[in-house]
Nanobody, 123 residues
Framework: VQLQASGGGLVQAGGSLRLSCATS????????VAWFRQAPGKEREFVAS????????DYADSVKARFTISRDSAASTVYLQMDSLKPEDTAVYHC?????????????????WGQGTQVTVSS
């Protein structure tokens, strides 16, 4: 499956962005999708995930209650709505797909990755 992340940009603290992960090449309902992020000088970290059928969303504690992950089967796209953004949310955000398995917080479980989209939150 191919994944294309978009929607990043520059926003002030407290603002919102919606990231999109457009997928193609495989049956959309066959894979879980997650978002990860990596800030300069830091390791990649889990942000959120959603199961193949759209249930069981999971969030990192640092984004819980601020970010919402969802998926649109008609568009074969997964979204990450990010509200109340903070400067510490600044990073490159990647989406990733995992086939025939439950969503996971471990990046090694995901077989396909998108190219990433930059999110910058100014204070």
């Amino acid at each position: 499956v191919q994944l294309q992340a978009s929607g990043g940009g520059l926003v002030q603290a407290g603002g919102s962005l919606r990231l999109s992960c457009a997928t193609s090449g495989r049956t959309f309902s066959n894979y879980a999708v997650a978002w990860f992020r990596q800030a300069p000088g830091k390791e990649r970290e889990f942000v959120a995930s959603i199961s193949a059928r759209g249930g069981t969303p999971d969030y990192a504690d640092s984004v819980k209650a601020r970010f919402t992950i969802s998926r649109d089967s008609a568009a074969s796209t997964v979204y990450l709505q990010m509200d109340s953004l903070k400067p510490e949310d600044t990073a490159v955000y990647h989406c990733a797909a995992r086939f025939y398995g439950a969503p996971s917080r471990w990046s090694g479980d995901y077989q396909n990755w998108g190219q990433g989209t930059q999110v910058t939150v100014s204070s």
